[in-house]
C-alpha cells in the first residue's frame, strides 16, 4: 500500500508517518514543498515501512497523483480555515483520480462541508473523510458509549495539551484567525455562536486512579464537532468544546487578545502566529503531561443523570494522539476493513476498542466517572471503577459507609533534624517507637466528611478529609486546623497511593516547591492491611516516618 502525506515532514503528518513506520510492506510517501526538508526527515525515520521524499504543492496534486498514483492520500497540512475560494481542491483531485483521501481538518466548516462530494465519491468508489483526528472521531466515539446508558442532551469536552507539546505554525494560525471571532454552535437547542476563546470554562481533567490535571481554563475551539456531532444526537441541546492549554498565565493572554478582538474586530493576530510559538517554546515549564476530557449531561429512566469521560496522556505520548485515528484508519484498511466510499465526516471510523489497541504500550489512560451515586464513601466517590482494583482489604477499609475501627502495630522513625521534631509535634505525629501499639478510627458524616483519628501507644492525632474543591478539586482534602492539604489518590496495581499536590495555610496558598513530599502507601500484604507513610519538607528533612500493619476490629 502506498500512502502520500501531505505536510509530512509537519507536526501532524510526522507524527503518523513515525506511527506507520513499524508496518512492513507500506510506502510513504512524505510530500511537501521542500523536498530537502522531507529528505531530512525520510533520513531519521526508523522501521519496516519504506518512507521517501517527495516535491508536492497543494497546486500540483494532480500532477502527483498522476506520477506516484498513491492508494491514500492523507493532508496533515491545513490550516484548513484558510484554504480559500476552494479548499476542497485536493479532494476533488483524489475523487477525479480514484485516490483514497483522508485528512487532519480541525475546522468546523471544511469537515461539515465536505459531504457536498458525497455522490462524486460514491461514483468514483472511493472514500473522502475529512476530520480524522481527536476532534471529532474520538469525542464522538466517547459519546456514543455514553448514549448506551443515558439519552444526551448537554455536551461539553475539552483538550488541555501538555505544556511541552508546541502547537505547530498552521495549528496556531489557525486559532489565532478565529480568536475573538463568532463560532457556530449549538446552544439551547437552537443554532447560535460562541467567541473562539473568549467563552470559557473551568475543568478538571482526573482520570479514576490517576494523577489528575490542575484545574484548567479552556477557552472556546472551532473544531468539527461543533457542526458534525449533532447529527448523530438528535436530542443534543447544548455543545460546546474548548481547549486548556499551559502555560495558564499564557493562555489568560491568549483569553485577553480574543474578548479585545471582539469588541474590535478589525483586529488581526494572524500575522503574530510566529510569535507566540516562539513565546511558548521559549517559556514553555510544567509537567509533561495532557489530558483530555468529555461531559455529558440527560436523562437516564427519565432522570437527570451525567457521564464523564477524562484521559490523561504522559511525556510525548500525548502529541500523537490527534495522528492516530489516520493510523487507525490505515490500519483498518491493511486489516481488510476499509471505509465504505462517499464523502463525509470522519466522525463514525474508529470505535474506542480501536483506540484502546491504538494505546496499547503507551502512557495513556482514560477513565469514566458519574456512576457513583453521591452518598457513597469519600474514597469511592473518588475512585469510582478504579476502587474495584483495590486488594479487597484496601477496599474494605475505604468502602464501608459505617464508622469502622481498625488495630494494629506500627514502627515509627521520627523527624530527622530538630526543626523537623518541632514540626511534628506541632500536628500531633507520634514519636519514634520500634513497636507500639496503633488504632486507627474512621468517622463518616452525612456531607461526605471522614474523620480519622489515628492512635500510636496513647498518642492520638485527628484529622478530617472530604472532597476538595477550587484549586484542590479532584483532591482529596486533608485538614490539620488551619492547614490543608491536597491529595492525590492513585491506584497503583491492588494498592492505593497517596501523593500530596497541594497545600495552604489559613487559606494562603503555599508555593509548590514547599510543599511536603514523601510517600503513602495502603497495601494488603499475608492478609492484613499494610500501610507505610513517610512524609518529609525541602530543606528540612523527613518529619515522620510510620508503617506497620492492620486489622478490622470490632467497632465501638
Known amino acids: 500500500m502506498k500512502i502520500l502525506i501531505i505536510g509530512g515532514y509537519g507536526t501532524f503528518g510526522g507524527r503518523l508517518a513515525e506511527l506507520l513506520m513499524d508496518t512492513g510492506g507500506l510506502e510513504i510517501l512524505i510530500a511537501g514543498r521542500n523536498l530537502d526538508r522531507a529528505q531530512a526527515f525520510c533520513d531519521g525515520l526508523i522501521g519496516a515501512a519504506r518512507a521517501r521524499p517527495v516535491q508536492v504543492s497543494r497546486d500540483g496534486i494532480g500532477a502527483a497523483l498522476a506520477t506516484h498514483r498513491p492508494d491514500l492520500v492523507v493532508d496533515a497540512s491545513g490550516p484548513f480555515q484558510t484554504y480559500g475560494a476552494d479548499p476542497y481542491g485536493v479532494v476533488r483531485a483524489c475523487i477525479g483520480a480514484g485516490v483514497n483521501y483522508l485528512d487532519l481538518a480541525d475546522g468546523s466548516d471544511f469537515v461539515f462541508g465536505i459531504s457536498d462530494l458525497d455522490e462524486a465519491a460514491r461514483k468514483a468508489g472511493v472514500f473522502a473523510l475529512a476530520g480524522a483526528s481527536s476532534f471529532p472521531v474520538l469525542t464522538a466515539a466517547v459519546l456514543r458509549r455514553m448514549s448506551q446508558d443515558i439519552d444526551i442532551r448537554t455536551v461539553t469536552g475539552g483538550i488541555a495539551p501538555s505544556p511541552h507539546a508546541i502547537m505547530g505554525p498552521n495549528v496556531m494560525r489557525a486559532v489565532l484567525s478565529y480568536a475573538g471571532r463568532p463560532v457556530k454552535l449549538v446552544r439551547d437547542g437552537q443554532p447560535g455562536a460562541g467567541r473562539g476563546l473568549a467563552d470559557t470554562c473551568r475543568f478538571t481533567v482526573s482520570p479514576p486512579g490517576q494523577m489528575p490535571l490542575p484545574p484548567l481554563i479552556f477557552g472556546l475551539v472551532d473544531v468539527p464537532d461543533l457542526q458534525v456531532l449533532p447529527r448523530s444526537l438528535p436530542g443534543l441541546q447544548s455543545l460546546w468544546m474548548g481547549a486548556g492549554p499551559s502555560p495558564v498565565w499564557i493562555h489568560r493572554c491568549l483569553i485577553g487578545l480574543a474578548r479585545l478582538r471582539a469588541r474590535i474586530p478589525a483586529l488581526n493576530y494572524v500575522p503574530l502566529a510566529g510569535l507566540f510559538r516562539t513565546v511558548l517554546r521559549v517559556l514553555k515549564y510544567g509537567e509533561h503531561r495532557g489530558g483530555m476530557f468529555v461531559r455529558a449531561e440527560g436523562l437516564r429512566n427519565g432522570l437527570g443523570a451525567a457521564r464523564e469521560w477524562h484521559l ?91 464508622t469502622a475501627r481498625w488495630t494494629g502495630q506500627a514502627t515509627v522513625s521520627g523527624g530527622s533534624t530538630l526543626f523537623a521534631r518541632l514540626i511534628a509535634r506541632l500536628f500531633g505525629f507520634p514519636s519514634a517507637a520500634d513497636t507500639i501499639p496503633v488504632t486507627v478510627e474512621l468517622g463518616r458524616s452525612q456531607n461526605g466528611v471522614e474523620v480519622w483519628t489515628r492512635t500510636f501507644g496513647g498518642k492520638r492525632f485527628h484529622s478530617s478529609q472530604r472532597a476538595g474543591t477550587g484549586r484542590m478539586e479532584r483532591l482529596i482534602e486533608e485538614r490539620f486546623g488551619p492547614f490543608r492539604f491536597g491529595l492525590a489518590v492513585l491506584v497503583c496495581g491492588d494498592r492505593l497511593e497517596l501523593i500530596c499536590r497541594k497545600m495552604s495555610v489559613l487559606g494562603v496558598p503555599v508555593p509548590g516547591a514547599l510543599i511536603p513530599g514523601g510517600h503513602a502507601f495502603e497495601a494488603e500484604e499475608d492478609g492484613n492491611f499494610r500501610f507505610d507513610v513517610r512524609i518529609a519538607l525541602p530543606l528540612v528533612g523527613r518529619i515522620v516516618h510510620y508503617q506497620g500493619r492492620l486489622e478490622r476490629a470490632e467497632t465501638p
Request: glycine share 10%; charged share 30%.
Open 312 to 402: 490523561l496522556a504522559e511525556g510525548d505520548d500525548g502529541p500523537y494522539i490527534p495522528s492516530m485515528t489516520a493510523e487507525g484508519v490505515v490500519r483498518r484498511i491493511l486489516a481488510g476493513d476499509p471505509p465504505a466510499p462517499g464523502a463525509r465526516p470522519a466522525t463514525d471510523c474508529l470505535e474506542l476498542d480501536d483506540y484502546d489497541r491504538l494505546f496499547a504500550g503507551r502512557r495513556i489512560s482514560y477513565g469514566w466517572r458519574g456512576r457513583v451515586d453521591g452518598d457513597a464513601p469519600l474514597y469511592a466517590r473518588m475512585l469510582e471503577g478504579a476502587l474495584a482494583n483495590l486488594s479487597p482489604m484496601v477496599r474494605a477499609l475505604h468502602d464501608d459507609r459505617e
